[in-house]
């Protein structure tokens, strides 16, 4: 009986050591595969934040300060200050001034802050 313990404590110890070990080796190889995993999360959330929602800040997109966003004239709160293309529809960004955007925006019911 209690040689029976002793034997099942030692299986469990070797199980552990081999999933301690597979775990660690797992982990190294697996090294690659998140940062390739990471860098597309990032991607896909600098994409995302274009999409604007609630009340959208057009002085505040406007990062350089030049007077114009780029605006997508399918989806009107898809805003960015750089060209690009919109991540819902793919289309390209038009180029238009904040007063533009603005009124795009108020005429298709998003809320603009008032600047
Ligand atoms: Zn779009």
């Not at 597979?22 to 597309?40: P, S």
């Not at 030049?66 to 709160?77: A, E, H, I």
């Not at 038009?94 to 925006?105: G, Q, R, Y």
Request: glycine content about 6%.
């Amino acid at each position: 009986m209690k040689n029976g313990v002793n034997n099942y404590q030692h299986k469990a110890y070797v199980v552990c050591v081999i999933l301690v070990t597979v775990a660690f080796v797992g982990c190294g190889n697996d090294q690659k595969g998140h940062d390739y995993d990471d860098m597309n999360k990032q991607d896909t959330t600098i994409e995302e934040s274009i999409v604007r929602t609630g009340e959208i800040d057009l002085q505040m997109l406007d990062m350089n300060k030049d007077g114009k966003v780029y605006q997508d004239p399918m989806d009107w709160n898809v805003i960015s200050d750089e060209a690009g293309k919109c991540p819902l529809c793919k289309m390209e960004l038009k180029e238009v001034t904040l007063e533009v955007a603005k009124e795009n925006l108020i005429n298709n019911d998003f809320t603009v802050k008032d600047n």
